[in-house]
């Protein structure tokens, strides 16, 4: 899979060589200057074991999936040992780690999946918690004023949006454009993000090379928003449906509701499972069958904006709807 789709290699067969135990060669029909990058990228390194799924294969179209997914087989410090999907993994040592141990190092790693952010907070309050990631922000302040705890808060690659279908209600740019002049991009970071996110300059993250600081999002203008909503077919008194998953987008859907409820638009919130708004997202039910608009996030797989435009905007990666 990262071989396939983070390298962009079409035929592994061909374009890989083994050159010697330790070195691999490529081969490209064309330059390929941003390479390097993808094979360093986070997720450009994902190279299975052969070994590992052979010997666990239950049959000739299977590569041992069920076992690769509960026992992974890498050669990094730590190595799974315990696994409940969904709840919690264990990982203890690995003695055989390359660049040996120290003996300042955790023996034991447990991770657990918490997914409200009070409840996360909460736990390492009492002490049952030793690191927590990615809390609401009313939680990161008011950890951040608390001196037994250190907050680290940096910039990521990740950008939330929301995602406009071009068919249906939305067919003409006007209504679109309308619908981006009708969010308050500093009123949210300042009230609801408490100053702990920061606000991109373009639909690229701030953090991807090639990325200036000029801003090219459109200003909050609810009177003008009105307006291109009218001239795009969606004038005062109509219904629009916005999607967005469980515990992601709550807060934005319903400030956006109120934005756009003073352009004289109803905007209806819809809660979705996040399988169930994947399955919306990434379908092909005609518009009058699916919402409006999506609450979502994205972040590029290595940090070059060919990468991020591709998944978002290439013809090949959009969802149906466009």
Known sequence: W?????????????????????????????????FDVQVAGQYGAWIPSPTAAAENSTGEDDVGTAYLQANPVGTGPYLLGALEPGQDATFVRNEAFDLGWSGAEFDTVITKSVPLSATRKQLLEA?????????????????????????????????????????????????????????????YIEQVVQGVGDKPVSVFPSLVQGVGSESHLLPFDL??????????????????????????????AQLYQAWLASCGITLILQELSFPAFLDAYFGDAPAEERPDIFYFSWWPSVNHPYNFAWSLFSADSLPAFG
Do not use: C, M
């Open 223 to 252: 009177d003008l928003a009105n307006a291109l909503l009218a001239e795009g077919g969606v004038p005062e008194g109509s219904e629009l449906t916005l999607a967005y998953y469980t515990g992601f987008g709550d807060v934005e």
């Open 127 to 187: 002490g049952e918690a030793d690191i927590v990631l990615a809390l609401e922000p009313e939680d990161v302040v008011a950890l951040r004023d608390t001196p037994a705890f250190s907050v680290t808060s940096a910039p990521t690659f990740t950008v939330q949006f929301f995602a406009f279908a071009t068919d249906g209600v939305l067919a003409d740019p006007k209504a679109r454009q309308g619908l981006a002049h009708a969010f308050d991009h500093d009123g």
């Open 2 to 34: 990262g071989l396939i789709t983070i390298w962009t290699i079409d035929d592994p067969e061909s374009q890989i060589t083994v050159v010697d135990e330790r070195t691999l060669s490529f081969s490209f029909e064309e330059p390929r200057p941003i």
